[in-house]
């Protein structure tokens, strides 16, 4: 029972929007209510709290510490397992900016199950940041090969082909996202920051409606609306649409930098820094930023 809790708290994780990573942190206590020596749960506890952060659900600083809390635990009942390395390489890099320390725990986690995609997708992604592209790519080929119909992994893929200019590759990988699962803000988000890279501004602000009206409360969605918006033309919508939003400052420069405030971009950027606003370890590579570079 308490892995089937567990089970059912990974799918609804993996869809990413805040009313479904509530549905996987109740299945993840579930779980870890069911079994007590149980270190998986609190492994996808961690995770989710990651998530939360990401998509604007709580505060930076407090879903930290509720994700350590979650991780050390995982860690003391499962450290012979793959899952609660991941966590712990989540927090290195999101909360620490320690990169050697994430990419440790991420091979590692490799190291305890070769064969499991989570480790690969995900040091993959580490490995892209840190601008090593080759051995990114090749994580990332072994973690499709292990599970090819994940929607994660094909988005981590889009983004590694997004951070090397490939918005072509990008787009492709994006649509077979969205081809798996129309329904899932995660394909009609990707989808649309390809489309956007292509300077196919109008086709964008289409695909990133679709993923507001999946999630109109989402802190993570209105921002990405708000930028397509200013890209299609349409600045005051844009403004309107950030003006109260509770969200990173992170994705907030990026609205301005579509809107030519640049200024105002990189004070949201100093404040994203402050606060550890987990997107601001994209930034170097970031496809959104390239206004920046060389400032």
């Not at 708290?9 to 996987?24: I, L, Y």
Request: with cysteine.
């Amino acid at each position: 029972e308490a892995y089937q809790a567990y089970c059912r708290g990974r799918f609804f994780w993996g869809r990413f929007s805040r009313p479904w990573v509530e549905k996987a942190m109740a299945c993840f206590y579930e779980a870890a209510a069911l079994d007590p020596r149980y270190a998986l749960p609190h492994a996808g506890l961690a995770d989710a709290f990651l998530v939360a952060a990401l998509a604007g659900a709580l505060p930076p600083g407090e879903a930290w510490a509720l994700a350590a809390e979650s991780s050390e635990r995982a860690l003391a009942l499962g450290a012979d397992i793959p899952e609660p390395h991941v966590s712990a390489g989540f927090l290195r890099l999101f909360r620490d900016w320690d990169w050697d320390g994430a990419e440790r725990e991420l091979r590692l986690a490799v190291d305890l199950a070769p064969e499991s995609t989570a480790p690969h997708q995900w040091l993959g992604l580490v490995l892209d940041l840190r601008g090593r592209r080759e051995e990114a790519a090749s994580a990332l080929r072994r973690a499709q090969e292990g599970d090819p119909l994940s929607l994660v992994v094909l988005a981590l893929a889009g983004l590694h082909a997004a951070f090397g200019a490939d918005h072509e590759g990008e787009l492709a990988h994006a649509r077979r996202a969205l081809e798996l699962d129309p329904h899932q803000l995660l394909g009609h988000w990707a989808v649309g920051g390809a489309l956007q890279n292509l300077g196919r501004h109008d086709e964008a602000l289409e695909e990133h409606r679709r993923a507001f009206d999946l999630a109109p409360d989402s802190a993570f969605v209105r921002p990405v609306l708000a930028r397509s918006l200013a890209l299609a033309g349409r600045p005051d919508d844009a403004r309107a649409l950030v003006v109260a939003a509770e969200a990173s400052p992170y994705q907030l420069a990026t609205v301005h930098l579509a809107l030519g405030e640049v200024e105002r971009a990189e004070d949201l950027l100093a404040e994203a820094a402050r606060r550890k606003d987990p997107w601001i370890v994209i930034l170097d590579v970031d496809p959104m930023m390239r206004p920046l570079r060389g400032r």
